[in-house]
């Protein structure tokens, strides 16, 4: 198959070199800007949006206010980008219907073609992933392969930590919150070929999740297409997200990889590691940690809650006389699934 392009390969920027565009006090007039999505009412669902969370605090110290201030300077927010994902962004199926028909999805072989003859690929996935497997190979720039995250670790030292205790590498994350401006230091040619991909792809053909309300009882219920369960969303992906906002940012030339970085690789394209390979990372060694303690704070303590009922005579001597034991019953004692204990109480 044959596809156009609208750049030839003299015209691709190298993203390692290029300096930082200035971006633009509004977002760019362009022609190629998505329709903001509308609501059923007819009213443009940005209007109805909550302002932006780095906007939106008022409190905190003057040092802490002028943090924000500086994060809202930088943000996509300040060039009139709206984001596809977290607060501030449209529900799903508003951004699905604005991305259909614009979306040109290619399969591994037609990104190869459109590589092969100039284009370049955008690999979303956060960068601990793109470590791990990816598209090309180090030292062989046949292939021109750049990571942008479009999820990155989460600025919240706290959100972070709730990833690491879930063994999540590199903890809890976050959209970028300046995406659209990093893809700009990395691709500044707004009408270059680009093929954006993450992990898995998504399809943009199939029909979204959607939340309706029931009119006989008023209450809400989720519709979930054929294909997709209520634990992922096959009609969304990062790269669909990202597209939905480089279009907004005046990008004209850009290709969704069908099947994402994975499908690449499975298809046996020029690439490095391996996407059913488990690759350690010293972030989940807290999360690790955390939960040998909990399993075996579940086994103390239901040692114990049976000894306290059912033999009472020795419940003070164990407590007394192994420290440990001790520590690890109110430890989970106080915690929130003390409640699986609640039988022998």
Not at 42 to 48: A, I, L, T, V, Y
Not at 246 to 267: E, M, S
Not at 303 to 320: C, G, L, R, T, W
């Amino acid at each position: 198959m044959s596809l156009p392009l609208a750049a030839s390969a003299s015209t691709r920027a190298s993203g390692a070199s290029a300096s930082r565009p200035r971006a633009p006090a509004t977002a760019p007039a362009t022609t190629n800007r998505p329709a903001r999505a509308r609501d059923r009412g007819g009213r443009p669902s940005h209007e109805k949006l909550q302002p932006n969370p780095i906007a939106s605090r008022r409190r905190g110290s003057t040092t802490r206010r002028a943090a924000i201030a500086a994060d809202t300077a930088e943000s996509d927010a300040a060039d009139g980008i709206v984001p596809a994902f977290g607060e501030g962004s449209p529900a799903w199926p508003l951004v699905h219907a604005d991305l259909k028909g614009k979306v040109r999805t290619v399969s591994v072989a037609d990104a190869r073609e459109l590589m092969a003859r100039g284009a370049s690929l955008a690999d979303v996935r956060p960068r601990i992933e793109f470590e791990e497997f990816r598209a090309g190979i180090d030292g062989d720039d046949s292939l021109d392969v750049r990571n942008v995250p479009y999820m990155v670790p989460h600025r919240s030292v706290a959100k972070r930590w709730q990833g690491y205790m879930l063994c999540t590498k590199d903890g809890l994350k976050e959209r970028d919150w300046r995406f659209t401006r990093s893809f700009a230091e990395r691709f500044p040619d707004k009408s270059a070929p680009i093929v954006v991909g993450c992990k898995t792809g998504g399809d943009i053909s199939m029909e979204p999740i959607r939340i309706e309300t029931d009119p006989s009882t008023g209450r809400t219920r989720q519709v979930i297409p054929e294909g997709s369960s209520q634990y992922g969303d096959k009609s969304k992906s990062n790269s669909l997200m990202a597209i939905y906002e480089l279009q907004q940012a005046g990008y004209t030339n850009l290709y969704h990889l069908d099947g994402g970085v994975t499908k690449w690789c499975v298809d046996g394209e020029r690439h490095q590691g391996d996407p059913y390979k488990f690759y350690f990372h010293p972030t989940i060694l807290p999360g690790i940690l955390f939960q040998l303690i909990m399993v075996e704070g579940i086994v103390v303590r239901s040692n114990m809650a049976y000894v306290k009922k059912f033999h009472p005579e020795s419940y003070d001597q164990i407590n007394n006389t192994n420290a440990l034991y001790g520590i690890i019953n109110d430890l989970i004692a106080n915690s929130p699934i003390n409640w699986m204990f609640d039988y022998y109480s």
